[in-house]
């Protein structure tokens, strides 16, 4: 099963994918959590996107695309997973095209994209709330999911960090560059019949239900 998360910014992709991935067997392709690491190894790549993250804008689509059809095609090759999640990819019509004619040379598709859709006020307390830990990949929220010790993972004792893109102001404006570049990926998802819309504003564990009842409408067709 391959699924894509679609949704705003905040709107918990992914707090969501990483139920799923344990749960279905997936592997988690998170084209932010790819281009963070490129910036921590100081690769070239890292470098040039640096200045388009911190800023809240859209890396280039000849930037990210190939890197992450290549970790598609190492899934679809591998065929050791039950499937990939995509998360945070694709982010313009540009980038779904090009997904889908990867996928047609690998004989493979998109079984349902699962749009969180989450209201903006929301998603600007989420971000700004939210530390994470750089070592093992947690999320915490200062309020409502905050650590037993300020500042530091419950799970592996890794000092919490914010975000540098998730201050209020950046936070607006990738809201903006979302409803600009992103959002139309509804229509495109939707006139293919593989969008299924979820209400993100709920809590985490209804948000995953609702998730889980789509996937399994989607077992049964
Ligand atoms: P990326 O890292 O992909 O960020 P994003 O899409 O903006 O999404 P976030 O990670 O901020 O939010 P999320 O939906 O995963 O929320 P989370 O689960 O953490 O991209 C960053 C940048 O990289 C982009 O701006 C761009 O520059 C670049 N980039 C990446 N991909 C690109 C692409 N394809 N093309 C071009 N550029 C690209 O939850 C947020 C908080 O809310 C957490 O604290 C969590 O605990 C809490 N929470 C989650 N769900 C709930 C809930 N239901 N109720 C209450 N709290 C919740």
């Not at 300020?150 to 000092?159: L, P």
């Amino acid at each position: 099963m391959n699924l894509v998360l679609l949704g705003p910014p905040g709107a918990g992709k992914g707090t969501q994918a990483k139920r799923l991935v344990d749960k279905y067997n997936l592997v988690h392709l998170a084209s932010g959590d790819i281009l963070r690491a490129q910036r921590a190894a100081s690769t070239d790549l890292g470098r040039q996107v640096a200045g388009y993250m911190d800023a809240g804008e859209l890396v280039p689509d000849e930037l990210v695309t190939q890197v992450i059809l290549d970790r598609i095609k190492d899934v679809i090759s591998c065929q050791q997973a039950g499937g990939f999640l995509l998360d945070g990819f694709p982010r313009t019509v540009t980038q779904s095209q090009d997904l889908d004619s990867a996928l047609e040379e690998a004989r493979s598709r998109i079984d349902a994209v699962l749009d969180l859709c989450t209201d903006r006020e929301l998603t600007i307390s989420r971000l700004t709330g939210r530390r994470s830990c750089p070592a093992c990949g947690a999320v915490y929220h200062l309020s409502s999911i905050a650590p037993k010790v300020a500042e530091t993972c419950d799970r592996c004792g890794g000092k919490l960090v914010h975000r540098s893109d998730d201050t209020e102001q950046v936070v607006q404006q990738r809201l903006e560059v979302y409803q600009q570049q992103t959002a139309p990926l509804e229509q495109y998802y939707q006139q293919r019949g593989l969008l299924r819309q979820i209400d993100g504003n709920l809590d985490i564990d209804q948000v995953s239900r609702q998730i889980e009842q789509v996937l399994v409408e989607l077992a049964g067709t």
